[in-house]
Structure formats: structure tokens, C-alpha cells
């Protein structure tokens, strides 16, 4: 089973990935540069923290599932906007 500890501290860690992020994904968005190595970073940063909580999930209690569940969606949601600001700032460099 899952620890309290191990749980908090994957949240912890989460929320410090996806504030990362999301630092990154605005500063594409002011100012419209192609993303760097640290967009890139964050980006491998909340793809590592799905592989944890993926890794958790085995081992965890059913409260524990529906929080990790919960954190697993607000990463994802982070992961998923990169991806697509990503893309469309590609477009955007190509016209």
C-alpha cells in the first residue's frame, strides 16, 4: 500500500511540475517564440510525474486512487495544453 507520505509528496512534486509548465507555457504565449529546452524540460518534467502517479496507483488505497486520479487530470490538462501551444506556435512560425 501507498503511503500518506508518498502520496503527499507526489502531489507536492506535481504541483511544482505543473507551476513550471505553466511558467513556460506563458512565456510562449506573450511572447511567441518557439519553445526551448526549458519548455521542453517541463514538458518531460509532467511526463515523468505521470509515470509516478501511474507507478502509485498500483499500490494505493481507493482514496488515494480518486486523489491521484484527480492529480493525474490537472497534469495531464497541463501536458496536453504544451503539447497543443507547441503545435500551434509551429504553425504560427511557418506562415
Known amino acids: 500500500m501507498a503511503t500518506r507520505d508518498s502520496i503527499e509528496n507526489m502531489v507536492e512534486v506535481a504541483k511544482r511540475k505543473m507551476e513550471a509548465a505553466r511558467e513556460q ?3 510562449a504565449n506573450q511572447v ?5 529546452d526549458e519548455y521542453s524540460q ?3 518534467g509532467l511526463e515523468e510525474a505521470e509515470t509516478e502517479i501511474q507507478k502509485l ?3 494505493a488505497n481507493h ?3 480518486d486523489e491521484l486520479h484527480r492529480l493525474h487530470l490537472q497534469v ?3 501536458l496536453n495544453d504544451m503539447i497543443l501551444d507547441h503545435e500551434d506556435l509551429g504553425e504560427y512560425k511557418q506562415q
Not at 511567441?32 to 526551448?36: I, K, L
Open 76 to 78: 495531464t490538462q497541463v
Open 63 to 65: 482514496q488515494q486512487k
Open 32 to 36: 511567441g517564440y518557439q519553445p526551448n
Open 42 to 44: 517541463a514538458q518531460l
Open 25 to 27: 507555457l506563458e512565456q
Open 57 to 59: 496507483m498500483h499500490s
